[in-house]
């Protein structure tokens, strides 16, 4: 029982630092080089509006964090090789669990933004729904754009 102990401690401990890695695509965040950097300002029209699903990240964190609770919680399986087998299979087990539950909590509802600029222009913009921003079609909306980034604000 101690052994599941120490695999719920270490799963929660997992959890919460792959939350903490999500980084924001929400139209009024900015990444600190962002911040005082000269931005381009264009005015557009709302012409259509998608919902989209973001993918979440998907970096070694999550695998390794994985693997190291499924290789613990499988070490604690039988006794002498079938420890060490257990281990291992744990461990590789853990790994894909691990990376599937980061890419899975760290995904995002987003919407994609169809917008006719003021110089005709069509482009569209993909970004994280915010609670606090609701775009209709028809609506005038500013197009931000910081190095090569860009964000639909109202």
Known sequence: MHKLGIFVVLFAAATLTLGGCASSLTGDSYSRDEAR???TVRMGTIESLRPVK???TKTPIGGGAGAVIGGVAG???GGGRG???????????????????EEGITRTQGVEITVREDDGSMRAYVQAVEENQVF?????????????????TH
């Open 136 to 152: 209709r079609v028809g609506e005038r909306v500013r197009i931000m754009t910081v190095n090569g980034t860009s964000r639909v």
């Open 37 to 39: 950097a000269v931005q």
């Open 75 to 77: 070490s604690g399986v």
């Open 83 to 101: 420890s060490a087998v257990a281990a291992v299979i744990g461990a590789v087990a853990g790994g894909l669990l691990g990376a599937a539950t």
């Open 54 to 56: 973001i993918e979440g």
